[in-house]
């Protein structure tokens, strides 16, 4: 555990050196934290490794024998394990090629960070923003998404390359194929998909409106909002996958207040961004940053994972504050905060929610 909280300061404190050393740092610790996770022991995954390693060594077919049809996978084999067309195809690839979970665990990480890598070059922030863009995100639910909810991390990166790619050319149809290979990934992604349908509504509002209007109505949800989840619930248990009524008798429990109040602060630091720095596409992540607020204020556990379809921009705004506090001595303070409070959030993450990784070893 203590690897990852050595790292998550490495990456801080690339923030604040010049250029070159910053990327130094930054790579560094990019190549020692791919290292730590794709040669990991392969039970270091919770519960969820357990079923993972069963689906790969008793489910997944050599290349072969892979249902080359997506529709017809969906209807006939994907009810029984619940894992998507796509991820049991790049599993299956993995497979032929040498049939052991240690090396599906390796090329599955380093695509993952691979396609990590290329969003955050992707969205042009200088090279201390890239830091702190990474420590915030791996601060929160980096290691939970790349260590136990497998497919949907692929999922979660596919959408978020959708929000923050500028696309030249035909860029409806590249996204709609984008977002409908995410569904093959991992069925939340419907959701994710009216989610951005409704983005691209509330971005013909303009910000000074739809931010207060938002923060408010996320938290009349927040402690109002039960009802609105079981109805959601219902119907992707009966019209998306039958494994969401799982969560229909938990449809009452709250998000966790501090991840709450969090995203709400991001918002704000969003605000703040877009209104010193108006040409550099922070509009964009502002309304983005709305739209995961307004999903993670629904009381329900089942939301923690939509939200990081959205989260990418909750990692910018840390990223961008230095832009937001350009006095030298407020930006300092807000270093010092931000710095104790993710730590303290992901050094409680770590011991509460991924327990597993307090014994690290390597699976070698």
């Not at 894992?83 to 090329?107: D, R």
């Not at 890598?117 to 995100?137: H, S, T, W």
């Not at 979660?156 to 050319?169: I, Q, S, Y």
Request: glycine residues 4%.
């Amino acid at each position: 555990m203590i690897y990852f909280l050595v790292i998550d300061c490495v990456l801080f404190y690339s923030a604040w050196c010049r250029p070159k050393q910053s990327k130094v740092l930054y790579t560094t610790a990019i190549i020692v934290l791919w290292f730590l996770i794709a040669f990991r022991n392969i039970d270091l995954g919770g519960s969820d490794a357990q079923v993972y390693q069963e689906w790969f060594h008793t489910a997944v077919p050599k290349l072969l024998q892979v249902e080359w049809n997506p529709f017809v996978f969906q209807r006939e084999i994907q009810d029984k394990w619940g894992f998507g067309w796509l991820f049991t195809l790049l599993a299956s690839v993995i497979k032929t090629i040498v049939p052991t979970y240690e090396f599906f665990q390796v090329v599955y990480v380093t695509l993952s960070f691979g396609i990590l890598i290329l969003i955050i070059e992707d969205m042009q922030l200088k090279q201390q923003e890239k830091g702190l863009f990474l420590f915030a995100y791996l601060s929160q639910q980096m290691i939970w998404f790349f260590c136990v909810l497998l497919r949907q991390n692929l999922a979660n990166l596919v959408v978020w390359f959708v929000l923050e790619h500028k696309f030249k050319k035909h860029a409806l149809i590249k996204k709609a194929l984008l977002l409908y290979l995410a569904t093959l990934l991992h069925t939340s992604a419907y959701i994710a998909i009216a989610a951005i349908i409704a983005l691209w509504v509330i971005r013909k509002l303009p910000a000074r409106k739809i931010v207060p209007g938002s923060l408010l109505i996320g938290v009349i949800v927040f402690f109002a909002g039960k009802r609105l989840i079981s109805y959601i619930l219902y119907f992707m248990a009966n019209y998306v996958d039958t494994r969401y009524s799982m969560y229909l008798n938990a449809a009452g429990e709250s998000s966790n207040a501090i991840n709450f109040i969090l995203r709400l602060c991001f918002v704000v630091l969003l605000y703040l961004e877009f209104t010193r720095n108006r040409k550099d596409g922070s509009e964009k992540y502002l309304y983005i940053g709305v739209m995961g607020f307004l999903i993670g204020s629904i009381p329900q556990a089942l939301v923690v994972r939509m939200t990081e379809y959205f989260a990418i921009a909750n990692s910018y705004a840390v990223a961008k504050y230095g832009k937001i506090f350009e006095r030298k001595e407020n930006g300092t303070i807000v270093a010092c905060v931000i710095f104790i409070m993710f730590l303290i959030v992901f050094a409680r993450f770590l011991n509460m929610n991924a327990d597993f990784m307090r014994h690290y070893e390597l699976f070698f």
